[in-house]
T-cell receptor, first 115, second 113 residues
Framework: GAVVSQHPSWVICKSGTSVKIECRSL??????MFWYRQFPKQSLMLMAT?????????EQGVEKDKFLINHASLTLSTLTVTSAHPEDSSFYIC???????????FGPGTRLTVL | GENVEQHPSTLSVQEGDSAVIKCTYS??????FPWYKQELGKRPQLIID?????GEKKDQRIAVTLNKTAKHFSLHITETQPEDSAVYFC????????????FGSGTQLTVLP
């Protein structure tokens, strides 16, 4: 299957700082990527849809000023958690959609811990 | 919007037995239904998917069936092995231009040796 990478795999930060997470599709160009959040023993909750060259679309209840998404190229989308707080601690996973299909390939996830 | 319900939340089977996980969806316009397997702390991995123009699809020990009229689809794993133990998520496409997925709540499958 296709390969999607995510960096970093884990990060610990202090409350009030910002954290950037990168998602890359390594062997295909993805015009659309998605960002999910997953709490322990729960399902994947879609946060936003990242479209190359345009603004991201956020799901209801997700603060766009807190979770900044940039999809600057066909292989890279970034999620920046601004002014992180302990309640933002979670597992963040991206996915990239294979062009002309509905198939999403997931990155390995980033474990964010905010102290 | 699309709503996907998944049952059971936990499932334990003996090695070699079959496992069945069921999902229902709400939007009759949904036409793509993938299943993902997620091991603890790892990424979800696509194991099989089905489109609405097909009633069944099989890949070795894994099969998916779709009933469009009843709006439900099921994952069937035969001859289960301990390495099949994981959380399985069903999903359905949200009709629209972005084609987002809505996920079920997940099923923790444990295959007992």
């Amino acid at each position: 299957g296709a390969v999607v990478s995510q960096h970093p795999s884990w990060v610990i930060c202090k409350s009030g700082t910002s954290v950037k997470i990168e998602c890359r599709s390594l062997d295909f160009q993805a015009t659309t990527m998605f960002w999910y959040r997953q709490f322990p023993k729960q399902s994947l909750m879609l946060m936003a849809t990242s479209n190359e060259g345009s603004k991201a679309t956020y799901e209801q209840g997700v603060e766009k000023d807190k979770f900044l998404i940039n999809h600057a190229s066909l292989t890279l989308s970034t999620l920046t958690v601004t002014s992180a707080h302990p309640e933002d601690s979670s597992f963040y996973i991206c996915s990239a959609r294979m062009p002309l299909t509905d198939t999403q390939y997931f990155g390995p996830g980033t474990r964010l811990t905010v102290l | 919007g699309e709503n996907v319900e998944q049952h059971p939340s936990t499932l334990s089977v003996q090695e070699g037995d079959s496992a069945v996980i069921k999902c229902t969806y709400s939007d009759s316009a949904s036409n793509y239904f993938p299943w993902y397997k997620q091991e603890l702390g790892k990424r979800p991995q696509l194991i099989i998917d089905i489109r609405s123009n097909v009633g069944e699809k099989k890949d070795q020990r894994i099969a998916v069936t779709l009933n469009k009229t009843a709006k439900h689809f099921s994952l069937h794993i035969t001859e289960t092995q301990p390495e099949d133990s994981a959380v399985y998520f069903c999903a359905a496409i949200i009709p629209g231009s972005a084609r987002q997925l809505t996920f079920g709540s997940g099923t923790q499958l444990t295959v007992l040796p």
